[in-house]
């Protein structure tokens, strides 16, 4: 009854205070503990005798444990404190590892002995909840925020627990600060990278059915990695060990495999259709995934993420080979196809969808479409949808082609209409909404800057007088920015517009080069 008047007073829902309540129970009465510590010896013991196929009593032991721990921890930041700062989290690490790789062969996983970290890949129905788990501690705080929906971070199909604002932000100890990082880089030199990108690999393997959703697996694996990237991007002042651990990963795993995760969809889908998916993108859109476009939509956020944490140079070096970039172009093209051909097709969301807060993946893939969205003339995706994804794939775009005159070229390549010749011809709120701009002219200042080619593409759709004064606001806000405190910083058109802080010219453009290009965009 205290907890529901102390949570009334902070407007939290009816039930929402008792469940964070007994979700501290859990943890200060040691079942966390408890089960944690089942879950690590089931997974041990499992190495004898020929696994979890020669017991099945102990494979569906270890699901219902990595159930009920995902549920004791789904919405409790002290469960996820508790389960690093005693060790908990971190025996589970190879067992996650080891199965990351086998989940599209479940005989193999459940006969599987241990690998080279020592785990033993736990069954099938055990890695998702397991997979949770891992990604709650690595996330720290993150997990426990309220975000807005398409965000990744936290969310469990088997829990929705209510999650702090960020006017209440958790405060951990300061051991699982320190802590934290380790786990971190546990995680990265236990190969989690190299097996997330054995898990997206899945969607390159030939599927019984024509059309199937992205597994909810990868959907948790992308959490996972999205955790990692951000973990690695929490560190000031230099690189650390875990970053360069991290980075160094991602190389060798071409950025864990997450734009051939994409493309293979893409070419499944192109297999059905007998066309590339350019060719027709309306009849494509209704082809593909119902969970594809969120699905696309986180991927591009970490590809953006990874720009963010290691500057575009990293990323534009493993994407400079040439089949990676082939397989970028074709990603990009048909992004950008879908999202125009989509945009006048797509159903607003709804008051009950926006107010929810939810996920955006799991929403297509534990509820179906509905069967008026996949009409001839209806998108089977929301416009929240649609537009997100095209802001982080405009986002790439211009990190992709910042300062690297073999991109900017590359967005020449195919038939009319190009990369190059796309972006001045987007949907209109691009060019009038305050918002929408912010998005975009950053990216069309980066894809034609000291690119007299792709200038005149841009030129053909668009005024450079509009680049040139967009750079000349930024500037001048950029000046009147530095003239105040820190804590009065909101000048900045993206920042103004509400939009995150990657979105910022600033944090896409080189400051040192705001002059230059604003009189390369002035001159004919």
Known sequence: AGAEEHGAAQGLAPGAA?????????????????????????????????????????????????????????????????????????????????????????????????????????????????????????????????????????????????????????????????????????????GAVDALASLFALCDRPKEQSVEPVPPAILAGLRLLESLIESGGSVSGGVSEGQGSLIVALRATALAGLPSLLTSVLLQTENETRAPVLADPILAASRLPANFVPVATVTMRLLNNIHAVFGPREVQSVLSSSDLRVETHHLLSVCLAICCGEWDR?????????????????????????????????????????????????????????????????????????LAQRLPDLPFPYYADVKKKAALFPTLVAVAFRHDTNKAAIARDLSLETLRAFIAKEMEEDVSETSETSQTKQSSSARLAGLPSRFDFANRFPRELWSDAALYFASD
Request: aromatic share 4%; with cysteine.
């Open 346 to 418: 797509a159903p607003k969301e709804s008051e009950e969808r926006r107010d929810g807060k939810d996920d955006g993946v799991h929403d297509a893939v534990v509820s179906s479409v509905d069967e008026e969205k996949t009409s001839s003339s209806s998108s089977r995706w929301t416009l929240e949808q649609i537009a997100s994804l095209l802001d982080e794939t405009l986002l790439f775009i211009g990190a992709f082609a910042l300062l690297c005159p073999a991109n900017q070229d590359m967005l020449r390549w195919g038939r009319f209409p190009t």
């Open 18 to 190: 008792a469940a964070a309540a007994a979700l501290g129970g859990a943890v200060t009465s040691g079942l966390v503990r408890a089960v944690a510590e089942a879950l690590a010896e089931c997974l041990a013991a499992s190495a004898q005798g020929g696994g979890f196929l020669a017991s099945p009593e102990a494979a569906v032991t270890c699901v219902s444990l990595a159930v009920a721990l995902d549920c004791a921890t789904a919405g409790s930041p002290l469960a996820a404190e508790a389960l690093l700062v005693e060790n908990l989290a971190s025996p589970l690490v190879p067992h996650l590892v080891a199965g990351l790789g086998l989940v599209g062969d479940p005989a193999a996983m459940e006969a599987a002995t241990p690998g080279a970290g020592g785990g033993v890949p736990p069954p099938t129905a055990a890695l998702e909840p397991l997979l949770a788990v891992v990604t709650r501690v690595a996330n720290g705080p993150r997990s426990f925020l309220e975000r807005g929906s398409g965000d990744l971070r936290g969310v469990s199909k088997v829990a929705a627990a209510p999650r702090k604002t960020l006017n209440a932000v958790y405060k951990p100890c300061a051991r699982y600060e320190k802590l934290l990082d380790d786990f971190t880089q546990l995680l990265v030199s236990s």
